[in-house]
C-alpha cells in the first residue's frame, strides 16, 4: 500500500526539519507518494495568501499531511487547516526521553485535548459596557467525539487508564455535562481504568506525580494549558511533536515554530518533527516502522554523542539525522 502525503515544510527551520524527516522516512519499508505544498509567510509574499486553496485541495485528498512551521501567518494557516478539516482533537505526548531535562523518568501519558469547541470560539466573545464576556460552549456531539477518541486511542496502544480532566465543581452545568458524558461514554470500554480529575488538581499532580497518567482527555482551554505544562515537565520545545485529528484527515506537526533565530543555519533539532513523523506513522497503523523510528531515536538520546545545541550538543541537523538513519 502507497500513503499519499501532503508535505508542508512551510518557513525558517520548518523546510529544514521535514527535509530532515523525509530522509529518515524513505529509509523506512513504507511506501509514501509525497506532494509538496506550500503555506506560510513565504507563500503569502509569493502567492498573495497564506493559505493557497491549492493546498487545501491537496490536504484533502491525502491520507495524512506532515506539517513543518510557519512563520508569522501560523494562525492564518494552522487554525484554518484544523477547521478546514475538521480536527476535532489535538494529541499532545508527554514523554521523558534520556539525557533531556525532564522534570523525573517514566513519564509517558498523552493529552486528548478538544478542538473545536470550548472558550476558544472567538465569534462567542464580546466587548460590553461593563468590560467583555467569553461564552465557552460544550456539546454533546463534540465531547463526545473526542472522549471517544481518547478511549479508542488507549485500546489502541496498550494504555490501562484515561483521565478526565474538568472543573465540574465550579462549571457545574458545562463541565457536569462534560463529566457525564466522560463516564457515559467509559462505559463501553470495559477493559480500561477510568479516573477523574478538577483542572487544578491535574496541574499540581502532573508536577508531583505525573506517572500516574495514561491518556488524558479534556475540555479547549484545559487542554492548551495542560500541553504547554506537560512540554515543560520532559524539557521544551525541541523534543515536542503533536497530531490533529479528525474524521478523514490527520495533521502532523512539532509544536515549535519557525525558529527564525536559528533558521537556515543547520542547528535546528529535527527531532519533534521525526516524533510527529511517529505519531503520522502508528496513525496509519504501520506500528513497526513506527517502533523502529522511534527506537533509532531514543538511542541517539541515549548515547548521548550527536546531538544539537538546544540539547547540549554540538551537531548539525543533517549530523542528527544521518545518525539516526545509521541506528534505525
Ligand atoms: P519558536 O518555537 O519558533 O522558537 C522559540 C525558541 O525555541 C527559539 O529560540 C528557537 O530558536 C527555539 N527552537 C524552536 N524550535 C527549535 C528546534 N527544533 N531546535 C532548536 N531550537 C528550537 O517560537 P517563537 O520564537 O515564539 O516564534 C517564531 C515564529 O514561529 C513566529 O513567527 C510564530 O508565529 C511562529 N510559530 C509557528 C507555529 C506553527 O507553525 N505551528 C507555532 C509557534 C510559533
Ligand atoms: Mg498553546
Redesign the pocket.
Known sequence: MTYNIAVIP?D???KE?MEATILVLDNLDVDFNYTYCEAG?ECLEKNGSALPDETLEIVRSSDACL?G????T??D??VRLRQEMKMFANLRPVKSYPNTNSLSDNIDFIIVRENTEGLYIADKEELTEEGAIAKRIITREAEERVIDYAFKYAVENNKSKVTGVHKANVLKKSDGLFKEIFYEVGERYQDIEKEDFYVDATAMYLITQPQNFEVIVTTNLFGDILSDEGAGLVGG??LIPSANIGENMALF??????????AGKN????L??MLSAVMMLRYLNENNAADKFENAILKLLSENKVL???LGGSSTTKEVTNEIINLL
Open positions: 512551510g525558517g527551520i520548518g526539519v509567510d506539517f512551521a510557519a512563520g508569522e501560523a494562525a494557516v494552522i520545545l525541541g506537526e512539532p509544536v515549535h515554530g519557525s525558529a527564525p533565530d536559528i542547528i535546528a533539532n529535527p519533534a518533527m544539537t545545541k538546544d
